[in-house]
């Protein structure tokens, strides 16, 4: 089964500056997608980013990048320029991209969440 | 617009009663889902739902049910079986075919508190 790992319960940065949250997943597939969410106060889940394994390129929107090592089976995000609106916490999630059945299709594995704190 | 209702976002219960939450999208997708979320554990999987009238078990079936009589309809009934039902649920769903990208939609959530 895959899992996912965020070892960082709590980080904090000061507005304007560059923070970066950690993933780690552990999976024997090889095509999938990594996705990293935010849960802002008002607790609706919003896509940040989405990177393909496939892809060798890292993802990047806007002032969020990735930083996807595909054989250390790690994916972090890089939060630039860093926003009071910014602070929320942040899932890493993994899902297979198997198409043929099973009980895994679509279903994705999330991690224990980063809460993230931006001083002004 | 588009998107993901759930209603209602704050229910309190006792102790062994039924509850249901309601889960509504007007997105047009296939498959719809339901995640619990408990502090420190991230989001775990209850159901999913492919397509209309199947539906399967995710990892923390036990105690709670389903139904998918309709594309755009997924709710969710706790039962009395379930142990700790105090938590935060999150309803989504997803395209499929050319649409999907890959991620889910998620809806506001509901907060069920079991006195």
């Known amino acids: 089964a895959q899992t996912v790992t965020q070892s960082q319960p709590e980080m904090s940065v000061q507005e304007a500056e560059t923070v970066t949250l950690s993933c780690t997943y552990d999976t024997s597939e090889s095509d999938y997608y990594l996705f990293w969410y935010k849960q802002p106060p008002s607790r609706q889940m919003i896509l940040v980013i989405r990177q393909e394994a496939y892809k060798q390129q890292n993802a990047t929107e806007n002032r969020f990048s990735v930083n996807f090592q595909k054989a250390a089976k790690s994916f972090s995000l890089k939060i630039s320029d860093s926003q009071l609106g910014d602070a929320a916490m942040y899932f890493c999630a993994y899902r297979t991209r198997r198409v043929a059945g099973g009980t895994s299709y679509g279903k994705l594995t999330f991690g224990q969440g980063t809460i993230l704190t931006v001083h002004p | 617009d588009g998107g993901i209702t759930q209603s209602p976002k704050y229910l309190f219960r006792k102790e062994g009663q039924n509850v249901t939450l309601s889960c509504e999208q007007n997105?047009?997708?296939?498959?719809m889902y339901w995640y619990r979320q408990d502090p420190g554990q991230g989001l775990r999987l209850i159901y999913y739902s492919q397509i209309v009238n199947d539906f399967q078990k995710g990892d923390i079936a036990e105690g709670y049910s389903v139904s998918r009589e309709k594309k755009e309809s997924f709710p969710l009934t706790v039962t009395s079986a379930q142990k700790n039902p105090t938590a935060f649920y999150l309803c989504?769903?997803?395209?499929?075919?050319?649409?999907?990208?890959?991620?889910?939609?998620f809806g506001e959530g509901s907060r069920l508190t079991v006195l």
């Open positions: 989504a769903s997803k395209p499929r075919g050319a649409r999907n990208t890959g991620e889910l939609f």
């Open positions: 997105l047009n997708h296939d498959a």
